[in-house]
């Protein structure tokens, strides 16, 4: 069964640091690791669209954030582990959401990494609370 599941998350007051970890498990219908694919985050504030965070490739050369996380976010990946990891700083009271790890299928383009119609494979979320 394929799996990926988010931890890290909670109350931070604005200005600290929070690290999220997604750790994948299972295998596809083709037998390949979710590792294999590009992977991202994203998140969601109450009433709001899931938006997209960043994104790494499959090899952790590329990666891509959005303009409101550049400078203060950083995404990584661990093959051997099964893991991504996002890294938060500085952070603020907008960035209070639910934040989802995906991993692309092996339709998945790099050039859509910014698309959650892109990523087959969903975590379940974890709440990310930023106090002003």
């Known amino acids: 069964q394929v799996q990926l599941i988010e931890s890290g998350g909670g109350l931070v007051q604005a200005g600290k640091s929070m690290r999220l970890s997604c750790t994948a498990s299972g295998r596809t219908p083709d037998q390949r690791a979710l590792t294999d694919y590009s992977m991202g985050w994203f998140r969601q504030a109450t009433g709001k669209e899931r938006e997209f965070v960043a994104a790494?490739?499959?090899?952790?050369?590329?990666?891509y954030y959005t303009d409101s996380v550049k400078d203060r976010f950083s995404i990584s990946r661990e093959h051997a582990e099964n893991t991504m990891d996002l890294q938060m700083n500085s952070l603020k009271p907008e960035d209070t959401a639910v934040y989802f790890c995906a991993a692309m299928g092996s339709a998945g383009k790099w050039s859509d990494h910014d698309d959650k119609g892109s990523y087959k494979y969903w975590g379940q979320g974890t709440q990310v609370t930023v106090s002003s």
């Open positions: 790494i490739n499959w090899s952790g050369i590329w990666t």
